[in-house]
């Protein structure tokens, strides 16, 4: 694996300026470098890891972000249901159910998934499709 740490501190501006820019020409504007400079960084391994690495930090930290927030919304929907308009009740009681429904679906698809790999582990590949095990 290519070691990202002996980027130079131009070449990590640059890492920075591709995570916040829309284009590698605005990304090389950014970091004060040429865009043939900055494509040439790219082919390089250990610069391609190190921007790999901090796209992955700034998704978890985005991702913490998004998951912090549920709560309140949840809350503010839940106030809504009692507090708000007839057509905001509505919509709010709408959004918790739309929402309930979708984590009982991911729940459910991860439960048969689990079923599934139960299924595939049998060492007797004559029970899979059988509806109750042989008796031993």
Known sequence: MADPDRLTRVQHRA?????????????????????????????DPAFTEAYRLEARTAARGAMSD???????????????LVEGSPAQQVRAAR?????????????SDERLS???????????????????PRPA
């Open 66 to 80: 998004l998951l912090a927030g549920q709560r309140e919304a949840v809350a503010t929907l839940r106030r809504a």
């Open 15 to 43: 890492v920075a300026a591709l995570l916040t820019s829309r284009t590698v020409e605005q990304a090389a504007t950014t970091a004060g470098v040429g865009e043939r400079t900055v494509r040439r960084w790219l082919a």
């Open 114 to 132: 689990a079923v599934e790999e139960v299924i595939r582990s049998w060492p007797d590949a004559s029970l899979r499709g059988s509806r109750w």
């Open 95 to 107: 959004a918790l159910l739309e929402v309930g429904v979708r984590v009982r679906e991911d729940d």
